[in-house]
Every structure is written in structure tokens, then in C-alpha cells.
Nanobody, 126 residues
């Protein structure tokens, strides 16, 4: 069982930056791919970024490419999402998720993730 806890959300002006953290406990976190997803009010949950178990492979949604960076520190069982040049359209609850199968690659499909955190709110004002 893997427990994921997100932090780092908040209110920021457009153009600003935030860094989200996802800290894991339990399970073999260092063998699991991790993704970030977000859900805005009235919208479907959408993929943001994902990273392979050793950090060697990353994937990004087109909407965040060049602005967001995902990274991980397996020694600290942490995955970070650095968000720059934030836009009002980035406003959402951001969720961290981990795949259940060791050594599987990052995926943009929410259905491929088994463990989920409770989310952290990001609000970008115009």
C-alpha cells in the first residue's frame, strides 16, 4: 500500500510559479511511475505530467510543456512538479498518483494509476 500526500498549492498571480510536492510512504515507491493530474470545477480530470520509476522518462500534456517540470527523488520518496508562467486556466485541484505495477512506464491515462493522493488546490488569478 502506498500513501501519497500532496502539498505546495496556493493562490498565485498569473505569470507566477509554484512547486508542488508529492510525498509517498509505504510500498516500493522507487519502482513505481508517478503522474500528476488536475481537475477544475465542472471539468474532467486531466493528465498534467508523469515520470518513470527512475526519473529517466517523462511525459507532459501539451498545455503545460515548456512551463511545468516533473522530477523525483527516490531517496526522499518525493515527486515534484515545478510550475512556471502559470495561467488562470491552470486553476484546479492537482492530484499525485502512482501506478501499481513496478517498473511500468509513465502514462497519461488516469485509469493506469492505482494510488491517489487527496489533492492540493492551485488557484491562479488574472
Amino acid at each position: 500500500q502506498v500513501l501519497l500526500v500532496e502539498s505546495g498549492g496556493g493562490l498565485v498571480q498569473a505569470g507566477g510559479s509554484l512547486r508542488l510536492s508529492c510525498v509517498a510512504s509505504g510500498g516500493a515507491f522507487s519502482t513505481l511511475a508517478v503522474g500528476w493530474f488536475r481537475q477544475a470545477p465542472g471539468k474532467e480530470r486531466e493528465f498534467v505530467a508523469a515520470i518513470g520509476y527512475n526519473g529517466g522518462t517523462t511525459a507532459y500534456a501539451d498545455s503545460v510543456k515548456g512551463r511545468f517540470t516533473i522530477s523525483r527523488d527516490n531517496a526522499e520518496t518525493t515527486v515534484l512538479l515545478k510550475m512556471m508562467s502559470l495561467k488562470p486556466g491552470d486553476t484546479a485541484v492537482y492530484y499525485c498518483a502512482a501506478r501499481a505495477t513496478s517498473y511500468s512506464g509513465p502514462s497519461a491515462a488516469a485509469a493506469n494509476y492505482y494510488y491517489w493522493g487527496r489533492g492540493t488546490q492551485v488557484t491562479v488569478s488574472s
